[in-house]
């Protein structure tokens, strides 16, 4: 079973709750799921910044709990039913952390132990990390559809340490290939830095 959870919260509400950025928001989904300080996280969440205020968005295979500073009002949950995934075309929405892996090398040419992730900066790029996906979540995308809108970066605090992610918003048309892989990369996300509100596949039945 997958909930969709449908958070709004005016900038007023989520300033005074001290939601700063996304490390602060993910702590904040997290206080949907009460009772569960050493378990893996398996939701996944999208911010977005709208005219009225924040939407936060949690797609669960638990049934989140209303935290007491969330107002009734500001709360919206629904199960997703299991047809909505057995269609076959879909508008979609993917805010990702698109990267590569990079190595050094050491000063007699040897690849170093530890090697590090940079973002990925090209159209070119950035489609063909779709593609890859995309291939990997047992879907296809239309490539003439898809607009790759760069959202720069994002600065975070974890535990005293600063960090910074660079987000990009993928948009266009996809078709399902392999029914089962889609689901799974629905409920898993898609890329990395999804604990930073990265990697949930917002999708839209298409006729």
């Known amino acids: 079973m997958t909930h969709l959870t449908q958070i709004d919260l005016p900038y007023e509400l989520a300033a005074t709750l001290r939601l700063r950025d996304s490390y602060d928001w993910h702590q904040h989904a997290w206080q949907c799921f009460p009772g569960r300080p050493k ?10 910044d709208r005219p ?12 989140p709990t209303r935290p007491d500073r969330c107002p009734p009002d500001s709360w919206r949950n629904r199960t997703i039913p299991e047809g ?10 993917l805010r990702a952390n698109p990267t590569k892996k990079v190595t050094s090398l050491n000063p007699d040419g040897s690849p170093k132990k530890n090697s590090r992730r940079v973002p990925l900066r090209t159209r070119e790029e950035l489609l063909a990390w779709l593609q890859r996906k995309s291939e990997q979540g047992g879907f296809r995308v239309d490539l003439e559809t898809v607009r790759t809108i760069p959202q720069g970066l994002e600065r975070f605090t ?35 830095a999804k604990a930073f509100g990265f990697g949930l596949l917002v999708i839209v039945p298409l006729q």
């Open 84 to 93: 909505y995934f057995g269609r076959t075309r879909y508008a979609f929405q």
């Open 52 to 63: 009225e205020g924040f939407r936060l968005l949690i797609v669960s295979p638990h049934e």
């Open 158 to 192: 974890k535990a005293g340490a600063r960090g910074t992610h660079t987000a990009v918003e993928f948009r266009g048309v996809l078709e399902v290939t392999d029914p089962a892989a889609f689901h799974a990369a629905f409920t898993r996300g898609i890329g990395s």
């Open 39 to 48: 378990d893996t996280r398996d939701f996944l969440t999208r911010l977005e």
